[in-house]
């Protein structure tokens, strides 16, 4: 298998869970294989562990990913990764496919020169946020770090420390309320693609927001989107 093309335009492709369609999501191996690729940038998701730690899972629990009911806030990160996830099969015999550490996905994103898009899980408190924030930049990568959020707290908790730093909401409302309500906070959004029609990119633009939408892996669709000037496209495939 292999990641599907389609005419971009001046679109930016970001990888979903790293290239979730050919690695399993959020690996260092889904992280490796996104970076020798086209990809803009790396999506991942954070979440903390009970020791500290910001161990990248989307689910917060192994059981889809790993077939173990363990959720990350109430283990260690030793704990987390004693665990073998899946591979694209449903296979476990890659010793490889453990969950990553928040400093292995940004080591990996800048070896490969990848803006990360970093999805903040956990209600982190200021205390954590500020921890994350200064692994990242200790690892030198912060001005190609992008926050988002469903969590809208965790983004204001971002812009408290780093008032300038890039951050996206995660959506899928795209109301003139919506952009009203970024706009006044400064912030660009990250919307569930079907929300979006030629006129609400426009909206968005006029109004001066970067737009990131996700996930979009039809060709046709994503053209499309290109088409109408979306900035960004998060993608488990598309390249």
């Given at each position: 298998?292999?990641?599907?093309?389609?005419?971009?335009?001046?679109?930016?492709?970001?990888?979903?869970?790293?290239?979730?369609?050919?690695?399993?999501?959020?690996?260092?191996?889904?992280?490796?294989?996104?970076?020798?690729?086209?990809?803009?940038?790396?999506?991942?998701?954070?979440?903390?562990?009970?020791?500290?730690?910001?161990?990248?899972?989307?689910?917060?629990?192994?059981?889809?990913?790993?077939?173990?009911?363990?959720?990350?806030?109430?283990?260690?990160?030793?704990?987390?990764?004693?665990?073998?996830?899946?591979?694209?099969?449903?296979?476990?015999?890659?010793?490889?496919?453990?969950?990553?550490?928040?400093?292995?996905?940004?080591?990996?994103?800048?070896?490969?020169?990848?803006?990360?898009?970093?999805?903040?899980?956990?209600?982190?408190?200021?205390?954590?946020?500020a921890r994350f924030i200064?692994?990242?930049?200790?690892?030198?990568?912060?001005?190609?770090?992008?926050?988002?959020?469903?969590?809208?707290e965790n983004l204001r908790?971002?812009?408290?420390?780093?008032?300038?730093?890039?951050?996206?909401?995660?959506?899928?409302?795209?109301?003139?309320?919506?952009?009203?309500?970024?706009?006044?906070?400064?912030?660009?959004?990250?919307?569930?693609?079907?929300?979006?029609?030629?006129?609400?990119?426009?909206?968005?633009?006029?109004?001066?927001?970067?737009?990131?939408?996700?996930?979009?892996?039809?060709?046709?669709?994503?053209?499309?989107?290109?088409?109408?000037?979306?900035?960004?496209?998060?993608?488990?495939?598309?390249e």
């Amino acid at each position: 298998m292999n990641t599907v093309k389609f005419n971009k335009q001046n679109v930016k492709m970001v990888a979903h869970r790293g290239l979730s369609g050919l690695e399993r999501e959020n690996t260092c191996a889904a992280f490796v294989a996104a970076g020798n690729r086209s990809y803009v940038g790396i999506e991942t998701d954070i979440w903390r562990t009970a020791d500290g730690s910001f161990v990248t899972l989307h689910d917060g629990n192994l059981a889809r990913v790993g077939g173990e009911q363990i959720h990350a806030e109430t283990v260690t990160l030793k704990t987390l990764q004693g665990v073998v996830l899946y591979d694209m099969d449903g296979s476990k015999g890659r010793e490889d496919l453990r969950g990553p550490t928040l400093e292995n996905y940004i080591s990996i994103c800048k070896k490969y020169q990848k803006l990360c898009v970093l999805e903040l899980k956990s209600d982190f408190t200021p205390e954590e946020t500020a921890r994350f924030i200064e692994i990242i930049r200790g690892l030198g990568y912060l001005d190609s770090t992008v926050f988002i959020s469903f969590n809208y707290e965790n983004l204001r908790r971002v812009r408290a420390i780093l008032p300038e730093q890039r951050v996206q909401f995660l959506t899928g409302d795209a109301s003139d309320e919506m952009i009203a309500r970024l706009v006044a906070d400064r912030m660009d959004i990250d919307v569930q693609h079907g929300a979006l029609t030629e006129e609400r990119v426009a909206a968005m633009h006029r109004a001066g927001l970067e737009i990131n939408c996700w996930t979009v892996d039809d060709p046709a669709r994503a053209e499309q989107l290109a088409a109408w000037g979306v900035d960004y496209i998060t993608s488990n495939i598309l390249e």
